[in-house]
């Protein structure tokens, strides 16, 4: 994981220098209008997993065929549906809304068409990337996790070379890494799981259930891709590709981090799944809880030392840091801390299926959200008012929605989600109060000043999650996992 996220950042910074600031934005930009188009196949995409997993923990294998055929069938509609909303509405937006310097808008436009076409072959790696997530087959992740980022080298080396347009080289180049992986699933998948082998078939009860269960995710995911894709395309409709540039990078250093924890999450989400469809209710809301700590942690020990060392940290990574990528940033690392428990709670009602209140209420705050923007936008606010805004909502659906709904669907109660807040709220509190009065002293803005940072926030943070944030018996067990290593 260190090594694709080092080379991960590594090769962003790289195509930045090539593309320049103008054309990553618009890059970025075109990407977020398909992305948002890919709303529906962010709600399937959450029932597809659920059953795939749901009929797998009971074990019953001609279920488990048909509903991941029916899956696969109805991706293969979705993904027509989508192409052509994006080859007609999506052309029209691109041509009469987004800010693109003249000279840049045949490539952009180029660039937008490629970027349908690797939009297309990742949805069609769903129902395949949902069965090796069932049955548990994490090692698989590392390996592709090594290949893309081998692949995004072997893209910059392509790019210095080439004298086509760099834009559409790069949308091209991407296109061409995504069919790669999507073909691999699709062969991994059936040489390794017998569900994958059958034909394409549609099975309509299993349709309506998935149907059903998706619907209540449509109304949340159309939330998400407004909230993730749709700002790029909001900032690129009030400011330059450049604001678009620096809020894609803050984006890109906060991914190369939370990717840790989704890892952490992708493995253990499924065993909560099948506990709770096994009837061991109580052992999977242990677990729940217990890995909804343990992800806090992880993403903390990761926020603090770059929230912290945000300026070096970029002007050791890039050489002309855009205006606004510092506090773009900071803010982000921030918000990824209440996702971790927005994202961790919901697994409890995605486990159990009841999905009818969150749909209604999670993205009703995400809607109020970019309605707001947009009018602070057209009064004249800064672009960090987007960041502000997606952190407040953030915090609300991580401390109270979420919390409110577990309780009341799910049967936890709040005395098990406080003690989960509660270690958290202590660590974030007595961590960040000392790692600021020992560093706000150090203004070298290169790579010592970086490293005496993040010295200094991992020396503070590790011994107050060990000694706060883990209790006797995970302490012992740490131990014991340790030294039997080092006899190793």
Not at 288 to 314: D, H, N, Q, R, V
Not at 378 to 383: E, I, R, T, Y
Request: aromatic content about 12%; some cysteine; glycine content about 6%.
């Amino acid at each position: 994981m260190l090594f694709v996220m080092a080379v991960s950042l590594y090769t962003s910074r790289v195509i930045l220098e090539i593309l320049g600031v103008d054309d990553f934005g618009i890059y970025q930009t075109v990407g977020g209008i398909v992305g948002m188009l890919t709303f529906i196949n962010s709600a399937l995409s959450t029932g597809t997993s659920r059953f795939i997993t749901f009929e797998l923990g009971k074990n019953d294998i001609r279920s488990l065929t048909t509903t991941f055929s029916t899956t696969v069938t109805m991706q293969l509609f979705l993904i027509l549906l989508i192409v052509i909303v994006a080859e007609t509405a999506g052309v029209w937006f691109v041509n009469h809304k987004l800010q693109i310097p003249e000279g840049s808008r045949q490539p952009a436009l180029w660039a937008y068409h490629l970027s349908i076409a690797t939009t297309a072959f990742s949805l069609l790696s769903v129902p395949y990337l949902a069965s090796i997530i069932a049955h548990e087959r994490m090692n698989l992740f590392a390996y592709l996790g090594i290949y893309e980022v081998c692949a995004k080298l072997g893209i910059v080396y392509l790019l210095t070379l080439s004298d086509i347009n760099r834009l559409i080289f790069y949308a091209l180049l991407l296109l061409l890494v995504q069919i790669s992986v999507t073909t691999f699933y699709i062969i991994y998948c059936i040489r390794n799981f017998k569900e994958c082998r059958c034909s394409l078939i549609f099975d309509r009860d299993t349709f309506k259930q998935i149907a059903g269960f998706s619907g209540w995710s449509l109304f949340s995911s159309t939330s998400i891709a407004l909230n993730n894709q749709g700002v790029l395309v909001l900032l690129n409709m009030f400011f330059s590709p450049a604001v678009v540039t620096a809020r894609a990078i803050s984006l890109q250093v906060n991914n190369a981090a939370n990717q840790f924890v989704s890892n952490f999450r992708t493995a253990v989400n499924p065993q909560i799944i099948k506990q709770y469809a096994a009837g061991n209710y109580d052992e999977s809301k242990a677990l729940l809880l217990s890995s909804t700590k343990y992800s806090f942690y992880m993403m903390f020990l990761l926020s603090l030392p770059i929230c912290i060392g945000a300026e070096p940290l970029l002007h050791v990574w890039l050489k002309d840091v855009p205006d606004y990528a510092v506090i773009f940033l900071q803010l982000v690392v921030i918000q990824s801390l209440f996702q971790v428990f927005d994202t961790s709670f919901y697994t409890a009602l995605y486990a159990k299926g009841d999905l009818k209140a969150n749909a209604l209420i999670s993205p009703t705050v995400g809607f109020i959200m970019f309605p707001i923007v947009y009018l602070l936008f057209k009064l004249g606010a800064s672009p960090v008012a987007l960041s502000w805004a997606s952190l407040v909502m953030y915090a609300i659906l991580g401390l109270i929605v979420k919390p409110i709904l577990i309780v009341r669907i799910v049967n936890y109660n709040w005395k098990e989600i406080l003690d989960v807040y509660k270690p958290c709220i202590l660590i974030s509190v007595v961590s960040g109060a000392l790692t600021y009065l020992l560093t706000r002293q150090i203004d070298d803005t290169g790579f010592t000043g970086l490293c005496a940072m993040t010295a200094i926030s991992l020396g503070i943070s590790i011994p107050t999650i060990y000694f706060l944030g883990l209790t006797k018996s995970m302490r012992e067990k740490l131990i014991s996992v340790a030294l039997s290593r080092l006899k190793k």
